[in-house]
């Protein structure tokens, strides 16, 4: 890439609008007994956190906000504010993350509860109950329609994103144009950095079930052929069409959409399940819900007016705008009006230009004695912010790549591959078929993007990945692989299914390791500091100050959550 070029974007990149954010989700977990905690002190848990990082933390109320439920509240998801680089967008993950986990521990205990990340992937166990009590009143029907016909494969994802958009390419008012170039980019992205995303972003081959209700019949931890258990068991059967066509070009993007939402299995516009997404800016607003039913006669102020709204919704949800065979409030003007409702909010999810990418970089990883969470993670970003820079700015290094049937074919087989053999797996490179690894794919990309991340400082950043392609270190997954060998002494080179470990230590070592690991992590980033953007550094250090802040206060060392005290 030329000198110019590259100045150019990192100019932007410092100064100009955010372009990476960063999302992280965990299960709220009992520390001792590895069950999924559904209530802390009487609430519900994610509702429990907001409330106390409101009440104990200096600018607390901007925090909370930035803390939902990923569909169960069992699910915590932090989603900080975008920042202008891969130290800022690593460096604010982790924080909300700390800020949540001391959260949690002033609520239940040192020996209460966890969000489990990284350590070993679990079932949700997730059921209507556990629905947020505080989400409109759709959105909770919705949640309970999904759980009720996909099980824990609803509230599984647990993980981590990563979301990017390109300032450097200008267009800032065409949105338009800006929608076309992120749906191509998504496109990119999906056939060449998810299966690299996926080597290495796994952190755990371990399940853990307590209820044998999943795939595995006996409760406990076990170690699976996966280098993701929490991919392997929820995906592909979560991704719920084939999207071949849908990043073809912006008409085909919305004609793809629109088809699906007429046929009623595009339910609410956003359960297309893939490793890469084209992600909508700001939706148009429109009535709400519980306008709809009101001018319709329902008393929404009423549990009966409620529930009889949300079991018309629900027959939406269930059977959507085509199939009336089945659907007993077809012939009913209120499910009319309230489907015509629906179909205008999907139309304008579809409609909505597309600003950002998104990428599923798998679980947080846990603490080792030589890395961090957050060493990891911010190498993590930065190569994928690397490539997508080097992708938007180099349109003919792909020499138009189709986003076709064979394409995508040969990308579910790259990731399905990596998942169970890591960095050398034998995966396509896309543009022509050829076989290679992902090992030696990260080397080419490395290559490529060498001029680049130099000329934006970013080649410090870069290091862990480096190691990882020349061998010196491992992913991850395989490093808890070979610790579970060692803890239990099983064959870890034996992949033909899952076994049952002799017990749930090395799990809760794990949880342990990264806990006490934060420190360090907070101090890491406070040494990173200078090195981040000026525009993002008083955001960061406002993380900072809570987590000093809440880091002195007294932590009770029994746990309160179970009796709801």
């Not at 909300?96 to 990284?118: F, K, P, T, W, Y």
């Not at 995508?408 to 790259?414: D, E, F, G, P």
């Not at 749930?504 to 690991?517: C, G, V």
């Not at 250090?541 to 009796?563: C, H, M, P, Q, R």
């Amino acid at each position: 890439m030329e000198a110019q070029l590259i100045n150019h974007i990192a100019r932007v990149s410092e100064e100009g609008d955010p372009h990476i954010g960063a999302e992280t989700e965990g299960i709220t977990t009992d520390r001792h007994y590895l069950d999924v905690v559904h209530a802390i002190r009487g609430q519900q848990p994610t509702h429990a956190i907001k409330e106390w990082i409101r009440a104990n933390c200096q600018g607390g109320e901007k925090i909370a906000r930035d803390i939902t439920c990923d569909i169960p509240e069992t699910t915590v998801e932090a989603n900080p504010a975008p920042l202008r680089s891969p130290l800022s967008s690593a460096a604010s993950q982790r924080l909300m993350a700390i800020i949540i986990d001391h959260a949690l521990r002033a609520l239940s205990g040192e020996d209460g509860v966890q969000l489990l990340n990284g350590a070993a992937w679990r079932p949700p166990d997730a059921t209507a109950e556990d629905v947020s009590r505080h989400i409109p009143l759709w959105k909770q029907a919705y949640y309970k329609h999904q759980i009720g016909v996909h099980g824990d494969k609803t509230a599984a994802a647990a993980g981590d994103h990563l979301n990017l958009s390109a300032p450097w390419l200008g267009r800032r008012n065409d949105k338009k144009e800006i929608s076309r170039r992120m749906i191509e980019l998504t496109a990119q992205m999906r056939l060449i950095a998810a299966a690299l995303s996926i080597s290495i972003s796994a952190s755990s081959p371990l399940y853990f079930s307590s209820n044998g209700s999943a795939r595995f019949s006996k409760p406990g931890t076990s170690l699976t052929q996966w280098d993701s258990a929490r991919l392997g068991q929820v995906w592909p059967g979560r991704t719920i069409m084939d999207v071949a066509d849908l990043y073809a070009s912006p008409i085909s993007f919305r004609r793809t959409l629109n088809r699906y939402r007429e046929n009623g299995v595009l339910k609410t516009g956003r359960d297309i399940w893939l490793p890469v997404r084209a992600q909508p800016g700001s939706i148009e607003k429109y009535e709400s819900f519980e306008e709809i039913c009101s001018g319709e006669g329902l008393n929404m102020s009423t549990e009966g007016g409620k529930a009889d709204a949300e079991k018309k919704l629900m027959a939406s949800y269930k059977y959507g705008p085509s199939n009336p065979r089945d659907n007993q409030y077809s012939g009913d003007k209120i499910w009319q009006n309230i489907e015509g409702w629906r179909q205008r909010m999907l139309q304008a999810i579809i409609e909505t230009p597309r600003n950002r990418v998104e990428v599923r970089t798998l679980e947080t990883p846990p603490a080792f004695e030589d890395q961090t969470p957050y060493e990891y993670i911010k190498a993590v970003h930065t190569f994928l912010e690397m490539l997508f820079i080097y992708l938007s700015t180099n349109p003919d290094f792909l020499d138009n790549l189709e986003y076709d049937g064979i394409t995508l074919q040969a990308a579910k087989h790259n990731e399905e591959k990596v998942l169970t053999r890591g960095l050398d797996a034998e995966i396509y490179w896309i543009p022509n078929m050829t076989t290679t690894t992902p090992r030696d794919l990260l080397r080419f990309v490395l290559g490529k993007i060498e001029d680049l991340s130099r000329g934006m400082g970013r080649q410090e950043d870069l290091r862990i990945i480096q190691e990882l392609v020349s061998g010196g270190l491992k992913t991850p997954a395989v490093r808890i692989r070979e610790e579970v060998g060692e803890w239990y002494g099983v064959n870890i080179e034996d992949r033909s299914g899952a076994r049952i470990l002799a017990g749930d230590e090395y799990p809760r070592e794990l949880l342990d390791r990264t806990r006490e690991a934060m420190p360090k992590e907070v101090e890491q980033i406070r040494t990173d500091l200078p090195r981040m953007p000026e525009k993002d550094r008083p955001y960061i250090e406002s993380l900072l100050a809570v987590v000093d802040e809440i880091s002195k206060s007294k932590i009770v060392t029994t746990s309160t959550y179970a009796t709801g005290g």
